[in-house]
């Protein structure tokens, strides 16, 4: 490395220094030559002679600055002084500046893409039971709530009303045994507005809550109003599920 050296921090004379005699002796404990590199580094944030890494500062630092070694303290003073000056006259290189935080490029956000899933009706489903139950496909690529198992249970309930003539309804449930159970959780709580068409090509949408249960993460119910709970075709997610506070 070549750098503009005050001819009395020279490496020449530090070793000169250190011998036996010599003019401002240190205390012998550290070269003047790792003295000065100290100061060097104190002042430029760079290294002189030793590479990066190989000096080791801590016992230098603990010498000077918790023992206080005035001998040594001396020549380190002198050294930040010397370099200090060469400094302001342009002679060395200005401390570099901290570097900058890491720029972690933010996660890139893609838009939300409904998917349709198609369904497929479960053969557990008793064809004069109240309930029918169908499994959700898997979408290819797909995170979120979508990547998860799904599994739609319709139900034949009393309640009926103009909006639901026939009084079934459907319930989402991602089943713990099908789910990493941090996933759903991810979604416990959450907001989550679906899709569900049937064969007739009608569709019904609704806003429910999703809740974590022991046998997995499921839906509020709703209404199949005109939908035919045996022939249901695809659910759909309509957008990111939102941990929206109750109102
Ligand atoms: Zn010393």
Redesign the pocket.
């Known amino acids: 490395m070549t750098h503009p050296m005050d001819p009395a921090l020279s490496p020449q004379t530090c070793a000169a220094e250190t011998q036996e005699g010599g003019r401002k002796p ?5 070269t003047v030559l790792k003295l000065c590199e100290l100061a060097y580094r104190e002042i430029t944030k760079t290294p002189l002679y030793y590479p990066e890494g190989q000096l080791d500062e801590a016992p230098l630092r603990e ?2 600055f918790a ?1 206080k ?1 005035e ?2 303290l001396r020549w380190y003073r002198n050294a930040l002084r010397t370099y200090q000056r060469l400094q302001r006259a342009g002679k060395l290189p200005a401390p570099s500046p901290q570097p900058a935080s890491v720029l972690v490029p933010a996660p890139e956000v893609r838009p939300f893409e409904p998917v349709d899933r198609p369904v497929a009706l479960l053969s557990m489903s008793g064809s004069n039971s109240g309930e029918v139950f169908y499994s959700a496909g898997s979408v290819e690529q797909a995170n979120g709530l979508d990547g998860l198992r799904l599994v739609l249970t319709c139900r034949r309930t009393e309640v009926r009303s103009s909006e639901n003539p026939h009084g079934w309804e459907l319930t989402l449930e991602y089943p713990l045994q099908d789910n990493d159970p941090a996933l759903l959780r991810e979604f416990d709580d959450c907001l989550a507005r679906f899709r569900v068409r049937a064969q007739s090509d009608e569709t019904q949408q609704r806003e429910v809550r999703l809740g974590l249960v022991d046998a997995g993460l499921v839906s509020s119910p709703f209404a199949l109003a005109r939908l035919d709970p045996w022939k249901l075709q695809a659910i759909c997610l309509l957008s990111r599920p939102t941990s929206d506070a109750r109102p």
């Open positions: 240190t205390c012998k404990a550290f010498h000077l023992q070694c001998p040594c």
